[in-house]
């Protein structure tokens, strides 16, 4: 824009724009085109700051993990640091908003999950911010199916044996979650309504409590990620009863799924990706796709989502998309169907 002012201000003075030592016209009219163009300013550098990496939960938490793995590595490719800001709360709505409320110009990131952009749009009357509009799709980074889990008193060994004992006592069996939308709540909700129980719904602010709650014998069942239950499955603290993926898992292949127990719709866990604000310029977003997908086949990041029994992603903005828009439909209807719902 400076050139052009300049250019101007020959003009007006009636200067000549060519000979005498100035530039060319034609070099002059082409350097002018250049800089008013919208390709000029989508090949500009980017990113040309810090990125900031907004993580709507705690920090040290395994999703905090996650996001700093990835985060750090990428900021090697793209040679500019990846700022994580940790916002938890409102089932992640808090740190959604910061990036709805963004520039487009790719520099704020969300760390979102299905609980952001599924589970919320399926739940509350009024969120403040709409996945699909706000939001532009970079990468599916990864995902996890979560367990069924006991307490060691409980009486049934099974997915049937479980079903068996809550026809039998109806309100009685209790479960744990995250909290009132998590994705273990919706678990207890599914189940129910795919094998026509009603159990207990106990919704507990974090994993911490509801596995002292069910180690101390008050809380019958939980759907917790792997990390936060291994250790204490193996130290006979609480016993596996299934897993809730789609098909068994090679880390433990004798244990069967709640799909095999009659229910193939089943499944139960969440998945992490990476969006930013919607209007972003597309040569934005394909940069930051591939050096994220970059990030997921270094081996630093792989050992990192493996060891905590996540799958590895990876893929193009628009397969994030379409899942996107795949799950959003599937859980509002398990929520109607549950009575999952807030102001």
């Known amino acids: ?38 390709g000029h300013v989508l090949a500009q550098q980017f990113p040309d700051r810090p990125l900031r990496l907004v993580i709507p939960y705690p920090p040290s938490g395994a999703t905090d993990i996650i996001g ?8 090697e490719y793209l040679g500019q640091p990846v700022l994580v800001d940790n916002r938890p709360g409102a089932n992640t709505t808090i740190g959604a908003m910061i990036v709805a409320k963004a ?21 509350y009357k009024k969120l403040p911010y709409d996945p699909i509009k706000d939001f532009a799709p970079v ?29 039998a006592n109806p309100g009685k069996v209790t479960y744990g979650s995250t909290g009132n939308g998590s994705p ?25 409590q509801s596995h002292n709650d069910m180690m101390g014998e008050r809380l019958d069942i939980n759907l917790p990620g792997l990390p936060s239950i291994e250790a204490l499955v193996r130290a006979g603290k609480m016993r596996m009863l299934a897993y809730a993926g789609s098909k068994r898992e090679p880390k433990y292949p004798d244990l069967p799924t709640v799909a095999e127990a009659g229910y193939p719709d089943y ?8 969006v930013t604000k919607s209007g972003t310029p597309r040569a934005h977003i394909l940069k930051l796709n591939r050096e994220f997908n970059r990030a997921l086949q270094s081996p630093e990041v792989v050992k990192t989502l493996v060891s905590g029994g996540a799958e590895v992603g990876g893929g193009t903005p628009e397969e994030l998309a379409a899942l996107i828009r795949k799950e959003i439909p599937r859980w509002a209807k398990i929520a109607k169907a549950g009575g999952i719902s807030f102001d």
Request: glycine residues 10%; charged residues 15%; hydrophobic residues 45%.
């Open 1 to 38: 824009m400076k050139f052009m002012h300049q250019l101007e201000d020959i003009r007006s003075k009636g200067e000549p724009i060519s000979g005498n030592g100035r530039l060319p016209l034609l070099l002059l009219a082409t350097l002018a085109l250049l800089c008013t163009s919208p």
């Open 139 to 167: 990468v599916k980074l990864s995902g996890y199916a979560n367990y069924l889990v006991a307490r060691n008193g409980f009486a049934p060994r099974s997915v049937p044996e479980l079903v068996a004992y809550a026809k």
């Open 103 to 123: 520039n487009p110009d790719g520099h704020s990131l969300l760390f979102a999950s299905l609980s952001t952009m599924a589970l919320n749009p399926a739940t």
């Open 184 to 208: 273990a709540h919706f678990g207890g909700v599914m189940l129910e309504q795919l094998a026509g129980i009603k159990m207990v719904h106990v919704p507990y602010q974090g994993n911490a």
């Open 267 to 274: 499944w139960v866990g969440t998945w992490y990706a990476i």
């Open 68 to 75: 700093r793995v990835v985060g750090n590595k990428v900021s």
